[in-house]
């Protein structure tokens, strides 16, 4: 413990020292002797100076009771200690700034639903199936459904939009149904060793779409075979930590959605490439984790579970050290501090609208 210390300490630190020397103090002295709890008492009361007579009061005889304490004073000693900034060299402080109470709320919704669901790892892609239950699922395919038919029936024009949109409409349901078990993706747009490959897509999809027209059939041929190309699933290599797994799935839907609706553009019209851009671009390929993750999001911060700005919270927990990172995951930083969040109780699910 004196080790932790300043040479000067701002309080007296001489009672919790004597209560270790002499040992009198269980509680106390088995919180200091594992690194979790020397951590805690560095982070609560030695480097924000805070009188550290409750170490030595009626705490330090239970060492559950003490290390809950510390637990529970953790996420504002450490929002304190540390004010946001955009200096990028400043790793181990967070870029906005957030309510004590707020952030517990947040921390505590999400190590419960992992606990509910028995893991300990916070895949953001995961998210969807964590909080939608399998017919709020359906149901949301449905939905999707239902637009994605209407949209595309609209764009096919009055007399062949019903046929047309019902088809594309059931297509697109089953095509959303993946969304909820989708792993991330990315763009890979190098063409260095990958240019037969390239030939080779284009060829194909060529091939398939000029039987439906030369015009139509060239541009989506050409839309198709460029994605099919370029969207690769995301790896350690190419994606190594959440933020970027999530903007590389990101950037592929967004390369999706582009891609298709100029080629819906040159072969229908501004209008028709808007409406079939967008809707071929959520729905066509294999990685969609980034919209379920969005509309997840979406659904639990206007519940008030989570803030609008998920991906930026986590990040800034991460620079806090509440959570550390496992490749591409969230883990919170010590199996204790999950536990001792996801028992946490509220009497209320809203306790702010999270920014």
């Given at each position: 413990?004196?080790?932790?210390?300043?040479?000067?300490?701002?309080?007296?630190?001489?009672?919790v020292?004597e209560?270790?020397?002499?040992?009198?103090?269980?509680?106390?002295a088995?919180?200091?002797?594992t690194?979790?709890?020397?951590?805690?008492?560095?982070?609560?009361?030695?480097?924000?100076?805070?009188?550290?007579?409750?170490?030595?009061?009626?705490?330090?005889?239970?060492?559950g009771?003490?290390?809950?304490?510390?637990?529970?004073?953790?996420?504002?000693?450490?929002?304190?200690?540390?004010?946001?900034?955009?200096?990028?060299?400043?790793?181990?402080r967070?870029?906005?700034?957030?309510?004590?109470?707020?952030?517990?709320?947040?921390?505590?919704?999400?190590?419960?639903?992992?606990?509910?669901?028995?893991?300990r790892?916070?895949?953001?892609?995961?998210?969807?199936n964590?909080?939608?239950?399998?017919?709020?699922?359906?149901?949301?395919?449905?939905?999707?459904?239902?637009?994605?038919g209407?949209?595309?029936g609209?764009?096919?024009?009055?007399?062949?939009?019903l046929?047309?949109?019902?088809?594309?409409?059931?297509?697109?349901?089953?095509a959303?149904?993946?969304?909820?078990?989708?792993?991330?993706?990315?763009?890979?747009?190098?063409?260095?060793?990958?240019?037969?490959?390239?030939?080779?897509?284009?060829?194909?999809?060529?091939?398939?779409?000029?039987?439906?027209?030369?015009a139509?059939g060239?541009?989506?041929?050409i839309?198709?075979?460029?994605?099919?190309?370029?969207?690769?699933?995301a790896?350690?290599t190419?994606?190594?930590?959440?933020?970027?797994t999530?903007?590389?799935d990101r950037?592929?839907?967004?390369?999706?959605?582009?891609?298709f609706?100029?080629?819906?553009?040159?072969?229908?019209?501004?209008a028709?490439?808007?409406?079939v851009?967008?809707?071929?671009?959520?729905?066509?390929g294999?990685?969609h984790?980034?919209?379920?993750?969005?509309?997840?999001?979406?659904r639990?911060?206007r519940?008030?579970?989570?803030?609008?700005?998920?991906?930026?919270?986590?990040?800034?927990?991460?620079?806090?050290?509440?959570?550390?990172?496992?490749?591409?995951?969230?883990?919170?930083?010590?199996?204790?501090?999950?536990?001792?969040?996801a028992?946490l109780?509220?009497?209320?699910?809203?306790?702010?609208?999270?920014?």
């Amino acid at each position: 413990m004196r080790t932790c210390l300043p040479p000067r300490p701002h309080r007296d630190w001489t009672p919790v020292l004597e209560a270790l020397e002499n040992a009198d103090r269980p509680g106390l002295a088995e919180v200091a002797s594992t690194a979790l709890g020397l951590w805690l008492i560095r982070t609560v009361y030695i480097t924000p100076a805070t009188d550290p007579a409750p170490l030595t009061g009626p705490l330090s005889d239970d060492p559950g009771r003490l290390r809950a304490h510390l637990l529970d004073h953790l996420i504002p000693s450490v929002i304190h200690a540390r004010p946001p900034t955009r200096d990028p060299a400043e790793h181990f402080r967070p870029r906005h700034a957030w309510d004590p109470d707020q952030t517990r709320h947040y921390l505590a919704y999400l190590a419960r639903r992992l606990t509910a669901h028995d893991t300990r790892d916070l895949a953001w892609w995961h998210l969807a199936n964590l909080t939608f239950t399998p017919a709020q699922q359906r149901r949301i395919t449905r939905l999707f459904g239902l637009v994605f038919g209407l949209a595309f029936g609209l764009a096919a024009g009055i007399a062949a939009g019903l046929a047309f949109g019902l088809t594309a409409g059931i297509a697109a349901g089953f095509a959303v149904e993946q969304w909820f078990n989708g792993t991330p993706g990315y763009a890979d747009l190098r063409l260095r060793g990958r240019t037969k490959r390239l030939i080779k897509h284009l060829a194909a999809e060529l091939a398939f779409g000029i039987a439906f027209g030369i015009a139509v059939g060239i541009a989506f041929g050409i839309a198709v075979g460029l994605i099919r190309w370029a969207e690769q699933p995301a790896t350690t290599t190419t994606a190594t930590t959440p933020q970027s797994t999530w903007n590389a799935d990101r950037t592929l839907t967004l390369l999706r959605t582009t891609t298709f609706g100029l080629a819906a553009g040159i072969a229908g019209g501004l209008a028709v490439g808007v409406v079939v851009g967008v809707a071929a671009g959520v729905v066509l390929g294999n990685h969609h984790a980034w919209l379920a993750g969005g509309i997840t999001v979406r659904r639990l911060a206007r519940a008030g579970h989570v803030p609008r700005r998920l991906m930026a919270f986590l990040d800034d927990a991460h620079r806090l050290g509440l959570l550390r990172t496992v490749g591409p995951v969230y883990q919170f930083r010590h199996a204790d501090l999950h536990d001792h969040l996801a028992a946490l109780h509220f009497e209320t699910d809203e306790p702010g609208r999270g920014r």
